[in-house]
């Protein structure tokens, strides 16, 4: 019925034959790092707010959509200030 950040991930990337385990902590560890030049759509963000980590998938160069515990599945831009803040880096699972 409804997905937090790393379910969401999970579920996404399991249609496509990927396993990502949750939390979103492990997943940010999946893959390997990139830096910002380098990321592509299905690469993951990974953000750290306060003590918790939230994850999403890139959809384009500065866009990502996860799952907000306040307004569902959702796009946002990376390069807002919030998020900005709060960045941890990429990382590509391929």
Known sequence: EAFDCSGFVYYVFKQHRISLPPPAELQGRAGHEIGRELI??????????????????????NEFVHASSSRGVTVDNMDAGYWRRHLLGYRSVF
């Open 40 to 61: 592509q759509p299905a690469d993951l963000v990974l953000f750290k707010v306060d003590k918790d980590f939230h994850v999403g998938i890139v959809v384009s160069g």
